[in-house]
């Protein structure tokens, strides 16, 4: 059998994959042998318009629905911001910068970012905020400012973005099973862990069959 491998597309700014992080810290922990490639979906990359109330309020009922499905923590005093545009692009781009820098997965860091905007209220939008955020997570700060706004950063933040398109991912978070052949969709949106573990078992248990 070929070396398998877990695919995961997330957002930073997206709220329901900060609903799955426990789930992904599952993952890894059972699946210790399967390395995970962490993509940027690009939830709404580019976005220039500021939030609308009635944007606030579907985003809060999101809010509530991930809280309540996963447990984890929300500080809603991010909708008292105003004119708040919500451009998922920096904060993907301080993501794929953090994995170049260090050359690890990335996982660990979207935990970060993720907490930051939803348990603490950070705005994942400024760039001097990431820069905090990184420096806080032990990276140079001046180097970490240069590689997030370099080109090839936005060109790999980029990429990944298409890469979830062209394997028709529409919706985050989204897992997928590589094994050196073909990709297998495991889960698109938030599932719970233990419908998720079933689906893991049986694409592991499957590839070791045909491969």
């Known amino acids: 059998m070929g070396q398998l491998r877990f695919i995961y597309f ?13 789930n992904m810290h599952r993952v890894q922990e059972r699946h210790p042998d399967i390395p995970v490639r962490l993509g940027m979906g690009g939830l709404y990359p580019g976005v220039t318009k500021p939030m609308t109330e009635k944007t606030k309020q579907e985003v809060a009922k999101h809010w509530t629905h991930v809280h309540e499905a996963s447990g984890q923590p929300f500080d809603h005093g991010f909708f008292e911001r105003e004119g708040f545009v919500y451009d998922t692009l920096p904060s993907s781009q301080a993501l794929v910068a953090m994995k170049r820098m260090t050359g690890e997965n990335g996982m660990d860091f979207l935990d970060v970012l993720h907490a930051a905007f939803y348990r603490d209220n950070r705005d994942l939008t400024d760039r001097e905020v990431l820069a905090d955020i990184a420096e806080e997570a032990g990276l140079d700060r001046a180097e970490f400012i240069e590689m ?7 060109q790999l933040t980029e990429r990944d973005i298409h890469f979830a398109r062209s394997l028709g991912v529409q919706g985050f978070p989204c897992l997928l099973g590589y094994d050196e052949e073909r990709y297998r969709l495991i889960s698109m949106g938030y599932q719970t862990w233990e419908w998720l573990e079933k689906v893991i078992d049986r694409w592991i248990e499957k590839s070791r069959v045909v491969n």
């Open 10 to 22: 997330a957002d930073p700014m997206c709220s329901w994959c900060w609903g799955f992080s426990p």
């Open 148 to 154: 997030m706004t370099s080109d090839t950063v936005r």
